[in-house]
């Protein structure tokens, strides 16, 4: 039986030429397997665990696919800002915004598991000059918090 040509989620034009100048300006190449894990994180409506997405692209692509391999898409996406992780979490989720770098920002509905990214030019100066204050270094200022999203909260009795 002929081998089925691995099929992608299909990644809407602007997200998929967004990615590529991103990889570009790191002198890397949008392979088509990284393509792939991308625009299955796109396709999903909500952050998924590394191994949701491990199964996600399996049950796509009719074949099994060595974790290890996924890991490593995962790095190089998130390397390039295409692709963000949730620390609480353990879960992932494409860039709302990948054309220009950031500090992230993340609402976390934990009725619904819907993620917000946010960006605030005011909040990620303050954390930057708090940490300066105590002598600080940050490597890493991502905040988030966890609540009730806006369509939750209003199916919500008081
Ligand atoms: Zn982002
Ligand atoms: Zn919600």
Redesign the pocket.
Known sequence: MARRPAQAARIAAKWRKLAEARCAEKGERLTPARLAVYAELLACDRPVSAYELIALLERRQERKIAPLTVYRHLDFLMRT?LV?RLQSAQTYLP????DHP?E?QFLLCSSCGHVD?VESRGLATLLSQIADEHGFRPDNAVVEVKGVCGTCAVGEPD
């Open positions: 800002g963000h860039c709302d915004h990948p950031h992230s990214e």
